[in-house]
């Protein structure tokens, strides 16, 4: 996998948002939220993700904008250690849940635990 996060590889489809909120697993890694649902897709994507800030917390989007925009490359620089041994398609949601402003090191680092809890989650669910 390369360290790329392409059109393709983007959560768009607002009938699968709205399944990954009704139905799906979640893990936290405050200030950083997965959800998550085992899916399948035309393409040979192993996984399509989302990033989300809120409104509430963030009132200018300059804010929302800025977090979105971390998140995205948090995930972009670590999605291939923790994904290339996928076998299962899978759509995420990363949300910012914290109440102030991140900096990039700090969204990094949580995005590493945010993503070893979901490994040990899916293997733990995987083995029963």
Do not use: C, W
Request: proline residues 2%; glycine residues 2%.
């Amino acid at each position: 996998m390369k360290f790329t996060f392409s059109p393709k590889e983007k959560l768009k489809s607002k009938k699968l948002i709205d399944q990954l909120f009704a139905e799906g697993q979640s893990v936290i890694a405050y200030p950083l939220r997965l959800v998550f649902i085992k899916t399948a897709f035309e393409d040979d994507i192993i996984a399509k993700t989302g990033v989300s800030v809120s409104k509430r917390q963030f009132k200018t989007a300059v804010a929302r904008n800025r977090i979105k925009r971390l998140m995205r490359e948090a995930y972009r620089l670590n999605k291939a250690v923790y994904f290339d041994n996928l076998t299962n398609q899978y759509a995420f949601m990363v949300l910012y849940i914290g109440k102030e402003l991140p900096t990039f090191e700090h969204v990094e680092t949580k995005m590493k635990n945010l993503f070893n809890k979901f490994s040990n989650k899916v293997s733990e669910t995987e083995t029963h």
